[in-house]
């Protein structure tokens, strides 16, 4: 029904910035919202951000807030997430994710590696 895909990731130095992509494709209609995930080697999954499906509210995980920006480009069902000052500890697999009410995220994309070099 729902299918996820995320691009941008890769290698990048401390203080650099990247802009990663979600792509969703399939059914829309009804979505709530979309998040980005964050999984380190040995760490659990941390909440990143999130947006509103229609755009209207976003939040931002704490170790976060300043830095990333979530934002949405509805012509493309596409949603962006930009990290500016990077940091070593933000070295991750990003996923996003969706869901079509307030509960679980349902739907997952496959994930993007971010590494942050020093």
């Known amino acids: 029904q729902v299918q996820l895909v995320e691009s941008g990731g890769g290698l990048v130095q401390a203080g650099g910035s990247l802009r990663l992509s979600c792509v969703v494709f399939?059914?829309?209609?009804?979505?709530?919202?979309l998040a980005w995930f964050r999984q380190a080697p040995g760490k659990e999954r941390e909440f990143v951000a999130r947006?509103?499906?229609?755009?209207?509210?976003?939040n931002y995980g704490d170790s976060v807030k300043g830095r990333f920006t979530i934002s949405r480009d509805g012509t493309r069902n596409t949603v962006l997430l930009q990290m500016n000052s990077l940091r070593l500890e933000d070295s991750a697999v990003y996923f996003c994710a969706s869901r079509f009410s307030l509960g679980k995220y349902e739907y997952w994309g496959q994930g993007t590696q971010v590494t942050v070099s020093s």
């Open positions: 947006i509103a499906w229609s755009g209207d509210s976003t």
């Open positions: 399939g059914r829309t209609l009804g979505m709530t919202d």
